[in-house]
Structures are given as C-alpha cells and as structure tokens.
C-alpha cells in the first residue's frame, strides 16, 4: 500500500491522505481528486455558508460549531422540500423511485390538500426562516413531511395565536400551570422542571427548560435516562408501574429538596406531594416471580444508591443471580423473611401470601413440589454485579412476569 497527499485547493493548508494499492495508483488518485478541486471539510463549510447567505437565507443562531454543522443540513434540506413541495402539487409526480423526498411525497399531498397557493408560498418561506441552528440540527434525520407538518402546524398556531380565543386558552394554560407548580421554599433556579407520564402512562418524563447540573446529577444517580427524541429525562419499567403515584411523588420530593421548583399536571400525584398522603417509597423490594423458568422464586431488588445487599442475599439458601436479578426459592421463605427484615426490604402482597402459604404448607407436613434447588457458592467478586438495576427495561426483560403490587 503506498499513501500520497492532496492538499485543499482553497485553504492550502488542509490535507487529506489518499491510499492506493501501490504508488502510482496512489499518485493517479490523488492527482485525480486536486484536479477536481478537492477542498477540505472546513472550506466546503465555509463555502456552503456563503451559498446560503447568497441565497438569501437568514444567519443561523448557535454555537460557531452548531451553526457550521446546520449550515450543511439546511443546504441539504432546503432543495429537498422545494421538490417534495412541487411535486406532491402534480397529478403525476415523476420523482425518481429512491430519490431523496420519494416517500415524502402522497404524505405532503395529504398535509397541503386544499392549501392555497400562497399558504404553500408562506409555509416555505417559514421553512426557509427558521434561523435555529439547534432546529436544524435536530431536524437532520427528520423526514420531509414531518418538517413541513410541523411548520405548517406551527404557521396555523401563529396565525391563531392573535384571535381572542386562542389567547384565553393560552391565559388559561398559564393559569393551570401556575396552580400545578410547586416551588420550594429556597428555590436555587428559576427555571421549573416539568414532571409528566407518557401517552401511555407508563413512563416518567421529567424535562426542563434549560440544562441544570444538580438536576442531571440527581436523576443520574437514581437511573434515570435521557432520551432525545422525547427531549426528557425518562423512568420506565415495572419500577414506574408498582406504584406509580409514590414514585412521581419521590421524585417531586427529591428535586424540591435540592430548590428546584416542579411542575406536576396529574392532580392525583400533586395532592400526594403536596398533603404529604403519599408514604415515603420503598426502594427495596421483594417480589415473586409469576411465570418463566424461575416462577414461584422470590426476586430482591434495589438501587445502586440504596446499597450493596448482594452478599448478604447470596447467603440466602438456593439463592442465585440469574438474568439481571438476585433470586431464592421459596423453600427459603424464612431467610427471606428474615433478610427483608434486617435490610428494610418491602414484601409484595403476593410474596408475602407465597411465603405464608408455603409456610402453612411446611406447618402441616405436605410436601411442596419444589424445583430442585441449586446450592451454588456465592459468586466470584468479578462476577458480583455493580448494582442491581432497578429499572430493567434494558435487560432481560421480566418485569411482566412479576406481581405488580
Ligand atoms: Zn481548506
């Protein structure tokens, strides 16, 4: 393999290492792409920036870096909804199969149907308006239609935004708001976090308005995860679904604690919060397993901030780690019972009926059919677990399979 240099015919400065299968292919290469005018990254950017300028484009707003980075987006874009635009206008469209903006095609018709030529007019020029380097970037993967919808979208709420009626809704949206935001009583920040469910309430969003460090850190510690496309910091999982109403609360409680002002739209979580009905959570927990491999097994589960109980769960008789979790057989329901109690563990209701029934079951002399219990030894340091993830979502997943009290 030989190596040969082209130097960008702009800058003179940047330069890109070309490699071939040997020196003259490598050579042949490189004179091919300086003879082309090869120009490096940094000059095609600043080169796309002039176009765009010259094009009558707005300057973006953003970080030197964010605003280079859109630039390239915006000019890929653009031309793309030009042709989207004009051909979801013709009775036959003759986009090439496979073209960028093929499929976006029927769903633009759908979006434009009985829009006026100027409506179209005014939607493209607010497309070419938008000036947020940050939108731009966000919008890099988005599809055409989706672009275009949200524009339009946005182009009706401007537009209705001066009618009287628009404006007593939004008055009372902010009324509504208000009511539902609670600020502590040394509040560090300004900005409020918004705590709220998904569509299908089964996850916890929290989002907030600006980035704030104790808040990442906060909601780090307690797993939860960021999640970019719904622009929030997110909890899911059975974690959410076992109780969900005190789990909202807890973390109302904890951002409160740390002077962050929440917001909190479900009434039934914030007269929680704010009467103090809802009882402090319990992290630690024991449940039993009601389907799969291991049903009739008592799983232990904690976060990583509430301690390493690992060790002492594994001296538990028949215990073992399986997929993700600390497990024990019901044959162990005293230990368990014993182990809840020394480290403050909660009981399920349907563990707690399984431990009692077994014990019923020993107390009169029958014989459970049992699975054959495995004694192993307590695992190997290296395999002992960081943590016990409380929310499983990204491991095996089982939760289905746990009684959900
Ligand atoms: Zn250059």
Known sequence: MASATVICAECGENEFTIHGRNRRDADYQAKKMEDRGWKCRDCQNKETAKENAAAGLPKLKGSEKQVTWAETIRARILPIVDVVIDQAGREDPDILYGAPGFGDVPKVREILRGVTQAQKDDLVAAIRAIDSAHEWIERRDTSI?????TVAERRVVETEINTEERKAELAAEREMRAEATIVPTEPKTASIAELSWDQFHTIMKISMPEKNETLRQLLKSRSWRWNDGLRSWVQGGFTVEVNKIRNMVDIARALLAEGIP???LDEEVRSALVEGTAPEREWKTIRLRLKGRDEGWLVAEWPRFAGDFYDAFRRIKGSKYAAGKCIAPITSADEIA???RIH???????????IEHYRELRSRGITMAVAKVEVMKPAPNKHKPDYIPLDDAEIDVDYELLDND
Not at 145 to 149: E, G, H, Q, S, V
């Open 344 to 354: 403050g563990f909660e009981i399920s209701e349907a563990a707690q009926e399984a």
């Open 262 to 264: 929440v917001c909190i």
């Open 145 to 149: 239609a989706d672009l275009i919808k």
């Open 338 to 340: 014993d182990f809840a």
